[in-house]
């Protein structure tokens, strides 16, 4: 699915060619709600704040005349129509609440129509799979993982209601398919919704926030797409209202409103930003998946209202990449190559255990701490063909779906017809080295010894002896690996309960965040030990705000 996704959304030339006619509005820097439209903004940098980042921000609603400005008054508004958006927007209406949702694209969903499913723990799904999951040593694992980085009491929470989270989503036609594990050592708390055409992969989710929209509309929400937010309005530490303006500049809302929450997805889409905070340059030693929308404006406009800034990490994850490269391949070919093989850097040397391919946050971070940030996957003729033979890998994948590798030599003329050179084959490692720019020297004395490593059947940086297999014959693989994201975390400060903080760390009265804008739980790495873990923090935290919003205003 992710290379999928990199296909449909990565078309750089026509992305920046056709927004070329939207620069007028994107060098604003108009919010980025969490959804995937093919528009993307400039914003500001996160240090550029006061006067001159709102006015720019509000640029496209100040050019307004008041005769094109609609004032609206409403309980509750919401600027982001993702699943964090969607559940707040539904239990909201369902206590009474009346509810305006602005969104910056054409959509709701936002990135999750792109996932699979949601974490829960101790639900029905698990139990009839046979799988009993102690809450409390999920929560102990979660601490001791994040260092105890991780806000406890909103995490204790988000455990604690996942279960009734995810029942509350099935009473809305919602069903889930399994309760998944992401990769074999990870715990089944995935629950990925049933698809639609009975394969599993990407996109399942999609299902499950259509029907979040059809019943928030159900209930009356009311939904203003391509209508981007571009102010917060404060009076005396009280959220009092948010302005917005449609995307072709001609009409603008002011919503007066008591509660509103942020809720827009983060800042994967943003070049400067992502160099900025974490020193990566995106489509040359990062390639993060880069959802349209997701510029952080939203962060932006939280901060110009004096929002204190939270630390922001990536959502880390890896992937077969090439600078420059175009083509496509088939799963087939990713799963037979992405396999516990020899991984070595730009020097030809190995770097860690690669049994960690299963989890991919683990790869992404030891492929940041090698020259380039980059490394390469080989593997010779006799393991992928005794993959091919037994129709099966070590190591297989719900996102990376298939059960036929027969094909795995046409599909592979195939791809290299295509023109993708981010997986090549040649006949000796020197030249297979020379086609990936590892040096051929450190390759070769890397390959000796691996092998004698593979024949003493013991590694030192522990990967189990099953999956020792020497390279020896000829033709070679070798596949590029670069660090990826699902998208950032964090930037707007948030206490347990979701209320935004102020630069004293004071709460300013009905305004809120969720989703991944506010996620700061899992301290320097996303943990793919309990899969869903994103998509179910985003459902959940954004269920609490509507219980927080309905209770705040007692409706």
Known sequence: MRRELEMNLSRREFLKSSLAAAAGMGALGLLGACSTQENTTSTPSPEATGDTVAAALDAPYTALSADAITEKTVDFVIVG???????????????????????????????????????????????????????????????????????????????????????????????????????????????????????????????????LEARARELGVEFYLETPACRLETETGKVSGVCAVSADGKQGY???????????????????????????????????????????????MAWNAGVKQSEMIEEMIFDIFQPGSTGSYTNDIKLVIQQPNLMVNQQGKRFFNEEQVQNT????????????????????EAIKQSYVEANHVDFTSRVWNTDNFTQFDANFKTMEESGYTAIVKADTLEELANKMGIDPQGLAATVAEYNQLCADGYDPLGKGAAYLKPITTAPFYA???????????????????????????????????????????????????????TMGYSVNTGKFVGEAVSELLKK
């Open 479 to 533: 596949a590029q690996y670069y660090p990826s994201s699902y998208g950032t975390l964090g930037g707007i400060k948030v206490n347990s309960n979701l209320e935004v903080l102020d630069q004293n760390d004071q709460v300013i009265t009905g305004l809120y965040s969720a989703g991944t804008d506010s996620c700061t739980v899992y301290g320097d790495s996303y943990m793919f030990l309990l899969p869903g873990n």
């Open 361 to 380: 946050t683990y790869t992404g971070n030891s492929l940041r701490n090698q020259t380039g940030n980059t490394g390469f996957m080989i593997l010779d």
């Open 81 to 211: 129509a993702g699943p964090a958006g969607l559940c707040a927007a539904v239990k909201a209406a369902e206590n009474g609440l009346s509810v305006a949702v602005v969104e910056k694209t054409g959509a709701t969903g936002g990135c999750a129509k792109f996932g699979m499913g949601i974490l829960a723990i101790g639900t029905e799904l698990q139990k009839a799979q046979g799988e009993e999951l102690d809450l409390d040593a999920m929560y102990n694992m979660f601490t001791e993982y994040t260092h105890y980085r991780t806000d406890c009491v909103l995490m204790r929470r988000y455990f604690e209601e996942s279960k009734e989270t995810l029942e509350w989503i099935e009473a809305m036609g919602v069903e889930f398919e399994e309760a998944a594990r992401y990769f074999e050592k990870s715990y089944p708390t995935w629950h990925i919704v049933k698809s639609e055409t009975g394969v599993i992969g990407g996109g399942q989710a999609k299902t499950m926030t259509d029907h």
């Open 254 to 300: 002011h919503f007066l409103c008591n509660a509103a929450l942020i809720a827009t997805g983060g800042f994967g889409n943003n070049e400067a930003w992502v160099k900025e905070q974490f020193a990566l340059n995106l489509d040359q030693d990062f390639f993060g998946m880069r959802f349209p929308g997701h510029e952080g404006d939203g962060i932006q």
